[in-house]
């Protein structure tokens, strides 16, 4: 069974860098596609940023401060620049096989999630 844990969230000021790791155990990720999703207090969970073979794609509100990256067979890191108080939230990483699951948030996999707190 595969497991995901999210890794690397903290309190940080506006304007900072955080780098999130989303680690899988019990078996490789393999081909599968891996996304980070976040979720705000009294929001919906919102998808953030996705990865496969083929690319990575973003949310528009993140693009050109987030990069999601392959570290290694079972880690993919979420590098976040420029951070703003709206980014506040727990952020989870999920995984699938289907890259349209991840990205609508259906995966089958999810983590407990990571809490990222940006101060004004």
């Known amino acids: 069974q595969l497991q995901l844990v999210e890794s690397g969230g903290a309190l940080v000021q506006a304007g900072g860098s955080l780098r999130l790791s989303c680690t899988a155990s019990?078996?490789?990720?393999?081909?599968?596609?891996v996304g980070w999703f976040r979720q705000a207090p009294g929001k919906g969970r919102q998808f953030v940023a996705a990865?496969?073979?083929?690319?990575s794609s973003y949310e528009d509100s993140v693009k050109g401060r987030f990069t999601i990256s392959r570290v290694n067979a079972n880690t993919v890191d979420l590098q976040m620049n420029s951070l703003k108080p709206e980014d506040t939230a727990i952020y989870y990483c999920?995984?699938?096989?289907?890259?349209?699951?991840?990205?609508?948030?259906?995966?089958?996999?999810w983590g407990q999630g990571t809490q990222v707190t940006v101060s004004s």
């Open positions: 999920a995984a699938d096989v289907n890259y349209r699951s991840v990205v609508s948030g259906l995966a089958f996999d």
């Open positions: 019990g078996r490789a990720l393999g081909s599968r596609t």
């Open positions: 990865i496969d073979w083929n690319g």
